[in-house]
DNA sequence: TTAGGGTTAG
């Protein structure tokens, strides 16, 4: 439905040319090629500022013409004014070299270049953009040696810093000392900022508490601020509360939403796979409000189908995206190299990966990482093994994520040796592990029969905040029960209650496993019926994990039971518990009459592959 | 005649 609506608005799209409004160089004296031509010629030249050309310091094409004509400012007698300066430090910094404006900066105060609030909140932007905040405050700081007045664009980026370093506690003192000490008036933007570090920290209520605070002071919100909290309940799932804002922006307060309102919403949708909302919304915005999806649009619409395993409709949505001249951009092709991988189509991802620098493009670091996730997947690991050297010869830096993906396809071919080493090599290159990578060893080293490794690192990381995680204690409750030390599983478990943690479904199901292993039945059901008191009621795999407790005991007084607590709880029944339950009817030690109930319980995916006897 | 905010991938 969405490949057919975006196909059929390759036609409109062309016609939408043809309209004269469009485009004041488009009038009927033009063929509509040559409209066409103006309207690209018109919006691909000049328009980066107005309708005004750039200057030669705004348009630096890469490092070496700007410290080039860096070095030319500085011996001109008079020196350039300022403003000259800022543009260029402007567009080094617009490259993402960060560094090498500040570095710019500091030589312009160096040789007496009267910097202003414009050079003062550039060169704060670079701090704060290279997570070193610090060092813009320290700049603040400098400002009033400088005569320079901090204004509210020097205050935004600051606080968009400690938002950026995930200081949100800061932000929020830093953003009432503002108001409260009559620093500044906080303007449209610095309210984003705010808004967006409240988002970013789940805050969502407080984030909208802000907009409707905002309102009252007389600063009106835009497209910004709502489509910023917009993304932010989409992300959390809350798609209702999302659409209710969305009306509220259009209809109440007459805002008119953008491509970015848009992709935000059809993300949200995508996430929760209500493709035929997805293909609404796209509808709407492009024939009600004549907004073109862009190419962070279609690549939303790839990755979605491609995590749904529907990499052919992915291809398509490329296609069309090509033929309505949206270029991909290398995001593009890793999701889709990713989406082959997951379907383990190697040869696929390989021939696409190495498709990419005919097409223009460089492999970065997500793309090695994706394609050595599939061939770890897939067990390949000396070809993961040869990508990872690869990508080290080529001068990329292997990143958290992709020492995470090494490891996790060395553990799971039965490395450990390797992937110790690895783990180290990956501290020696100044990584420190995150929660992924640290679950990973953990289970790596588990699932190997090494549960004295696991235990060794989970006792060294002792107090950090890794192990304040109730991942890592159901996956050492999980190793240690199933290699037989239930004891050190209990212990654990009585454990993470003491250290403030709350057990979740998985924890009491791994433990309820541990117990039924050893064939602690009474205290696994203890266990189990605890469960629901505790607020945390078994989900459909505790039950299966009891069931198979009982049934390998020859336990059979409580089976019915639970057969029909998973009935009234709709739960299903997995393979294996399935397949004990007909052994034990075929054995006649369960009874023929729950037959029905059995049948009641195997989910409609299984029906057509077992055969239960009638 | 120069500066600050929102959307995509492993």
């Not at 070809?383 to 690869?390: D, G, N």
């Not at 541990?514 to 189990?528: I, P, Q, T, V, Y």
């Not at 518990?577 to 009459?593: F, K, N, P, Q, Y």
Request: aromatic share 8%.
């Amino acid at each position: 439905m969405i490949i057919s609506h975006l196909r059929a608005f390759i036609k409109f799209k062309g016609d939408s040319f043809l309209l004269p409004s469009q485009n004041p160089l488009s009038s009927s004296r033009f063929s509509p090629h040559a409209a066409l031509l103006a309207s690209l010629l018109h919006s691909n030249s000049f328009s980066n500022n107005g309708d005004r050309p750039l200057s030669r310091y705004q348009k630096v094409a890469n490092l070496d013409d700007a410290f080039n004509l860096f070095d030319e400012m500085t011996q001109r007698r008079p020196l350039p004014s300022v403003v000259k300066f800022n543009q260029l430090l402007n567009a080094v910094a617009k490259m993402n070299h960060f560094s090498c404006s500040l570095d710019l900066f500091k030589q312009m105060c160096l040789i007496g270049v009267p910097v202003n609030e414009y050079s003062m909140s550039i060169a704060i932007k670079c701090c704060c953009q290279m997570s070193r905040t610090n060092d813009g405050f320290a700049l603040l700081a400098s400002c009033f040696r400088r005569a320079v007045v901090p204004n509210v664009y020097i205050f935004s980026t600051l606080l968009d810093g400690l938002v950026i370093e995930d200081r949100i506690l800061e932000a929020e003192n830093f953003f009432k000392k503002l108001i409260k000490q009559k620093l500044c008036e906080p303007d449209v933007v610095m309210y984003s900022t705010m808004i967006k570090g409240l988002c970013k920290f789940g805050n969502n209520d407080i984030a909208i508490g802000l907009l409707r605070l905002m309102d009252e002071r007389g600063c009106k919100p835009n497209v910004v601020i709502y489509s910023t909290i917009i993304d932010s309940l989409c992300k959390d799932k809350l798609i209702e509360d999302a659409f209710k804002l969305f009306k509220e922006m259009v209809f109440a307060k007459g805002i008119q939403p953008d491509v970015i309102t848009y992709n935000s919403l059809i993300h949200g949708l995508c996430n929760l796979c209500r493709w035929d909302e997805v293909s609404k919304l796209l509808k709407e915005m492009e024939e009600d409000l004549r907004i073109s999806p862009d190419l962070h649009t279609f690549s939303i619409l790839v990755d979605a189908l491609c995590k749904e395993g529907r990499v052919d409709e992915a291809e398509a949505v490329i296609d069309i995206m090509v033929e309505r001249r949206v270029v991909p951009d290398i995001v593009t092709y890793n999701t889709l190299i990713d989406g082959y991988c997951l379907r383990g189509e190697m040869t696929k991802a390989r021939t696409l990966f190495d498709s990419l620098t005919s097409k223009g493009f460089v492999p970065n670091v997500v793309t090695y990482s994706s394609l050595l996730n599939g061939y770890c997947r897939s067990l390949k690991i000396e070809e993961a093994m040869h990508l990872f050297h690869e990508m080290t010869r080529k001068g990329l830096k292997p990143c958290i994520v992709t020492y995470s993906t090494m490891l996790q396809g060395l553990f799971r071919v039965g490395r450990c040796g390797a992937a110790r080493k690895f783990f180290d090599e990956m501290q020696a290159q100044g990584l420190i592990p995150d929660e992924c990578t640290y679950g990973i060893i953990l289970d790596g080293f588990c699932n190997n029969h090494q549960v004295e490794e696991a235990l060794s690192l989970f006792h060294l990381v002792g107090d950090s905040k890794l192990n304040y995680n109730i991942v890592v204690y159901n996956i050492l409750i999980d190793g240690m029960s199933k290699c037989g030390k239930l004891d050190i599983a209990r212990d654990l478990f009585q454990d993470l209650t003491l250290k403030g943690l709350q057990p979740d479904v998985r924890t009491y199901t791994v433990m309820v496993s541990g117990l039924c292993g050893e064939g602690l039945l009474k205290e696994a059901n203890h266990l189990f019926r605890k469960m629901g008191e505790s607020g945390c009621p078994p989900d459909g795999v505790t039950y299966n994990v009891l069931l198979q407790g009982y049934l390998k005991k020859q336990n059979y007084d409580d089976v019915e039971m639970l057969l029909q607590e998973m009935d009234g709880r709709r739960y299903s029944l997995d393979a294996s518990t399935l397949s004990m339950l007909i052994d034990e009817i075929a054995a006649g030690s369960v009874d023929r009459s729950m037959l029905k109930l059995i049948g009641k319980l195997v989910p409609k995916e299984m029906m057509d592959t077992t055969a239960v006897p009638r």
